[in-house]
T-cell receptor, first 111, second 118 residues
Framework: GEDVEQSLFLSVREGDSSVINCTYT??????LYWYKQEPGAGLQLLTY?????DMKQDQRLTVLLNKKDKHLSLRIADTQTGDSAIYFC???????????FGAGTRLAVHP | GAVVSQHPSWVICKSGTSVKIECRSL??????MFWYRQFPKQSLMLMAT?????????EQGVEKDKFLINHASLTLSTLTVTSAHPEDSSFYIC??????????????FGSGTQLSVL
Protein backbone atom coordinates (compact mmCIF):
# COMPACT_ATOMS: atom_id res chain seq x y z
CA GLY A 1 0.00 0.00 0.00
CA GLU A 2 0.88 3.65 -0.06
CA ASP A 3 3.62 4.83 2.26
CA VAL A 4 4.15 8.52 3.00
CA GLU A 5 7.17 9.75 4.92
CA GLN A 6 8.07 13.12 6.36
CA SER A 7 10.73 14.51 8.60
CA LEU A 8 9.27 15.00 12.06
CA PHE A 9 10.60 18.34 13.17
CA LEU A 10 11.73 21.64 11.70
CA SER A 11 12.84 24.76 13.53
CA VAL A 12 13.22 28.08 11.73
CA ARG A 13 13.77 31.69 12.60
CA GLU A 14 10.92 34.11 12.06
CA GLY A 15 11.20 35.67 8.62
CA ASP A 16 13.17 32.79 7.14
CA SER A 17 11.79 30.26 4.67
CA SER A 18 10.66 26.83 5.80
CA VAL A 19 10.88 23.77 3.60
CA ILE A 20 8.99 20.65 4.59
CA ASN A 21 9.69 17.49 2.63
CA CYS A 22 7.62 14.42 1.90
CA THR A 23 8.19 11.22 -0.05
CA TYR A 24 5.56 8.77 -1.20
CA THR A 25 5.43 5.44 -2.94
CA UNK A 26 2.26 5.32 -5.06
CA UNK A 27 3.02 6.83 -8.45
CA UNK A 28 -0.61 6.78 -9.54
CA UNK A 29 -1.61 9.52 -7.12
CA UNK A 30 -3.28 12.37 -8.99
CA UNK A 31 -3.61 14.99 -6.29
CA LEU A 32 -1.18 15.48 -3.44
CA TYR A 33 -2.08 17.56 -0.43
CA TRP A 34 -0.65 19.59 2.39
CA TYR A 35 -2.67 20.00 5.56
CA LYS A 36 -1.99 22.12 8.62
CA GLN A 37 -2.97 21.15 12.15
CA GLU A 38 -2.81 23.54 15.03
CA PRO A 39 -2.74 22.22 18.62
CA GLY A 40 -5.93 20.43 19.60
CA ALA A 41 -7.59 21.21 16.29
CA GLY A 42 -8.63 19.40 13.15
CA LEU A 43 -6.90 19.62 9.83
CA GLN A 44 -7.00 22.54 7.50
CA LEU A 45 -6.30 22.05 3.81
CA LEU A 46 -3.42 24.37 2.96
CA THR A 47 -2.83 23.61 -0.65
CA TYR A 48 -2.67 20.79 -3.15
CA UNK A 49 -0.99 20.04 -6.43
CA UNK A 50 -2.07 17.99 -9.39
CA UNK A 51 0.40 15.34 -10.46
CA UNK A 52 0.97 16.82 -13.91
CA UNK A 53 2.36 19.97 -12.34
CA ASP A 54 5.89 20.59 -11.11
CA MET A 55 5.16 23.63 -9.05
CA LYS A 56 2.28 25.53 -7.60
CA GLN A 57 2.50 28.86 -5.84
CA ASP A 58 -0.13 30.31 -3.58
CA GLN A 59 0.91 33.52 -1.82
CA ARG A 60 3.61 32.49 0.69
CA LEU A 61 3.26 28.81 -0.12
CA THR A 62 5.13 27.02 -2.88
CA VAL A 63 4.62 23.34 -3.59
CA LEU A 64 7.23 21.48 -5.60
CA LEU A 65 6.60 18.04 -7.02
CA ASN A 66 9.27 15.74 -8.38
CA LYS A 67 7.21 12.91 -9.71
CA LYS A 68 10.20 10.89 -10.84
CA ASP A 69 11.63 10.83 -7.34
CA LYS A 70 8.17 10.81 -5.72
CA HIS A 71 9.14 13.80 -3.66
CA LEU A 72 6.87 16.60 -2.58
CA SER A 73 7.87 19.72 -0.72
CA LEU A 74 6.15 22.69 0.84
CA ARG A 75 7.98 25.97 1.12
CA ILE A 76 6.66 28.70 3.37
CA ALA A 77 8.21 32.07 2.66
CA ASP A 78 8.68 34.68 5.38
CA THR A 79 7.69 32.21 8.09
CA GLN A 80 5.72 33.74 10.95
CA THR A 81 5.02 32.55 14.48
CA GLY A 82 1.46 31.85 13.39
CA ASP A 83 2.82 29.23 11.03
CA SER A 84 3.88 27.09 13.98
CA ALA A 85 1.87 23.90 13.62
CA ILE A 86 2.09 20.36 12.36
CA TYR A 87 2.10 19.96 8.60
CA PHE A 88 0.86 16.77 7.02
CA CYS A 89 1.53 15.53 3.55
CA UNK A 90 -1.34 13.38 2.25
CA UNK A 91 -1.64 11.19 -0.81
CA UNK A 92 -4.69 9.32 -2.12
CA UNK A 93 -4.36 5.57 -2.21
CA UNK A 94 -6.56 3.00 -3.84
CA UNK A 95 -8.73 5.58 -5.54
CA UNK A 96 -10.00 8.90 -4.36
CA UNK A 97 -11.65 7.70 -1.22
CA UNK A 98 -8.66 7.08 0.96
CA UNK A 99 -6.02 9.55 2.03
CA UNK A 100 -2.77 8.31 3.49
CA PHE A 101 -1.07 10.82 5.75
CA GLY A 102 2.55 11.22 6.60
CA ALA A 103 3.51 11.36 10.25
CA GLY A 104 3.49 15.15 10.18
CA THR A 105 6.28 17.70 10.47
CA ARG A 106 6.18 19.88 13.56
CA LEU A 107 7.26 23.38 12.55
CA ALA A 108 8.55 25.60 15.32
CA VAL A 109 9.16 29.26 14.56
CA HIS A 110 11.39 31.20 16.93
CA PRO A 111 12.26 34.90 17.08
CA GLY B 1 -16.08 27.81 2.97
CA ALA B 2 -17.60 24.50 3.90
CA VAL B 3 -17.80 23.68 7.58
CA VAL B 4 -17.69 20.37 9.34
CA SER B 5 -18.78 20.42 12.93
CA GLN B 6 -17.59 17.70 15.27
CA HIS B 7 -19.06 17.27 18.72
CA PRO B 8 -18.05 16.96 21.46
CA SER B 9 -14.60 18.49 21.24
CA TRP B 10 -13.50 16.58 24.28
CA VAL B 11 -14.98 13.90 26.48
CA ILE B 12 -13.88 12.07 29.60
CA CYS B 13 -15.62 8.85 30.45
CA LYS B 14 -15.32 5.87 32.73
CA SER B 15 -14.03 2.59 31.45
CA GLY B 16 -16.85 0.41 30.16
CA THR B 17 -19.13 3.20 29.05
CA SER B 18 -19.97 4.09 25.44
CA VAL B 19 -19.27 7.42 23.84
CA LYS B 20 -20.88 8.88 20.74
CA ILE B 21 -19.12 11.41 18.55
CA GLU B 22 -21.04 13.37 15.92
CA CYS B 23 -19.77 14.74 12.66
CA ARG B 24 -22.00 17.18 10.78
CA SER B 25 -21.53 18.91 7.47
CA LEU B 26 -23.18 22.25 8.10
CA UNK B 27 -23.56 23.77 4.67
CA UNK B 28 -23.14 20.93 2.21
CA UNK B 29 -24.18 17.35 1.67
CA UNK B 30 -21.71 14.58 2.22
CA UNK B 31 -22.38 11.10 0.91
CA UNK B 32 -19.05 10.00 2.28
CA MET B 33 -17.45 10.74 5.61
CA PHE B 34 -14.23 9.39 7.02
CA TRP B 35 -13.19 8.70 10.57
CA TYR B 36 -9.57 8.98 11.62
CA ARG B 37 -7.74 8.31 14.83
CA GLN B 38 -4.65 10.20 15.86
CA PHE B 39 -2.29 9.22 18.64
CA PRO B 40 -0.09 11.88 20.24
CA LYS B 41 2.63 13.08 17.90
CA GLN B 42 1.57 10.58 15.27
CA SER B 43 -0.23 10.72 12.00
CA LEU B 44 -3.88 10.19 11.25
CA MET B 45 -4.90 6.61 10.75
CA LEU B 46 -8.02 6.00 8.71
CA MET B 47 -10.43 3.88 10.71
CA ALA B 48 -13.41 3.63 8.42
CA THR B 49 -15.26 5.11 5.50
CA UNK B 50 -18.86 5.99 6.21
CA UNK B 51 -21.33 5.99 3.32
CA UNK B 52 -24.78 7.47 3.66
CA UNK B 53 -27.44 4.79 3.79
CA UNK B 54 -25.10 1.84 3.79
CA UNK B 55 -22.69 0.04 6.05
CA UNK B 56 -19.35 1.57 6.82
CA UNK B 57 -16.16 0.13 5.39
CA UNK B 58 -13.61 -0.52 8.07
CA GLU B 59 -9.86 -0.58 7.65
CA GLN B 60 -7.94 -3.67 8.51
CA GLY B 61 -7.43 -4.07 12.23
CA VAL B 62 -10.33 -1.82 13.24
CA GLU B 63 -13.01 -3.62 15.22
CA LYS B 64 -16.39 -2.76 13.73
CA ASP B 65 -18.22 -3.95 16.83
CA LYS B 66 -16.08 -1.66 18.93
CA PHE B 67 -16.38 1.40 16.73
CA LEU B 68 -19.94 1.66 15.50
CA ILE B 69 -20.51 4.04 12.62
CA ASN B 70 -23.86 5.32 11.48
CA HIS B 71 -24.37 7.64 8.51
CA ALA B 72 -28.12 8.06 8.50
CA SER B 73 -28.31 11.32 6.58
CA LEU B 74 -26.33 13.33 4.09
CA THR B 75 -25.17 15.69 6.81
CA LEU B 76 -24.52 13.47 9.81
CA SER B 77 -22.26 10.57 10.66
CA THR B 78 -21.72 9.25 14.17
CA LEU B 79 -18.97 7.18 15.68
CA THR B 80 -19.78 5.29 18.86
CA VAL B 81 -16.94 3.87 20.87
CA THR B 82 -18.58 1.00 22.72
CA SER B 83 -17.39 -0.21 26.10
CA ALA B 84 -14.51 2.22 26.02
CA HIS B 85 -11.23 1.34 27.68
CA PRO B 86 -8.15 3.43 28.41
CA GLU B 87 -6.44 2.19 25.25
CA ASP B 88 -9.24 3.81 23.25
CA SER B 89 -8.13 7.22 24.50
CA SER B 90 -7.14 9.18 21.44
CA PHE B 91 -7.95 12.12 19.21
CA TYR B 92 -10.68 11.24 16.72
CA ILE B 93 -11.19 13.33 13.61
CA CYS B 94 -13.87 13.12 10.96
CA UNK B 95 -13.85 14.44 7.45
CA UNK B 96 -16.60 14.89 4.90
CA UNK B 97 -16.52 14.84 1.15
CA UNK B 98 -18.86 17.13 -0.73
CA UNK B 99 -21.45 15.53 -2.98
CA UNK B 100 -20.71 15.82 -6.65
CA UNK B 101 -16.95 15.96 -6.38
CA UNK B 102 -14.87 12.96 -7.22
CA UNK B 103 -11.55 13.92 -5.78
CA UNK B 104 -10.35 14.55 -2.30
CA UNK B 105 -9.89 18.18 -3.25
CA UNK B 106 -13.03 19.00 -1.36
CA UNK B 107 -12.47 17.02 1.80
CA UNK B 108 -13.28 19.01 4.90
CA PHE B 109 -12.20 18.09 8.40
CA GLY B 110 -13.88 18.48 11.74
CA SER B 111 -12.00 19.98 14.66
CA GLY B 112 -11.57 16.63 16.36
CA THR B 113 -12.66 14.98 19.58
CA GLN B 114 -10.23 14.21 22.37
CA LEU B 115 -11.43 11.09 24.17
CA SER B 116 -9.99 10.24 27.55
CA VAL B 117 -11.09 6.99 29.16
CA LEU B 118 -10.37 6.66 32.86
Amino acid sequence: GEDVEQSLFLSVREGDSSVINCTYTDSSSTYLYWYKQEPGAGLQLLTYIFSNMDMKQDQRLTVLLNKKDKHLSLRIADTQTGDSAIYFCAVPSGGYNKLIFGAGTRLAVHP
Amino acid sequence: GAVVSQHPSWVICKSGTSVKIECRSLDFQATTMFWYRQFPKQSLMLMATSNEGSKATYEQGVEKDKFLINHASLTLSTLTVTSAHPEDSSFYICSAKRVGLTTNEKLFFGSGTQLSVL
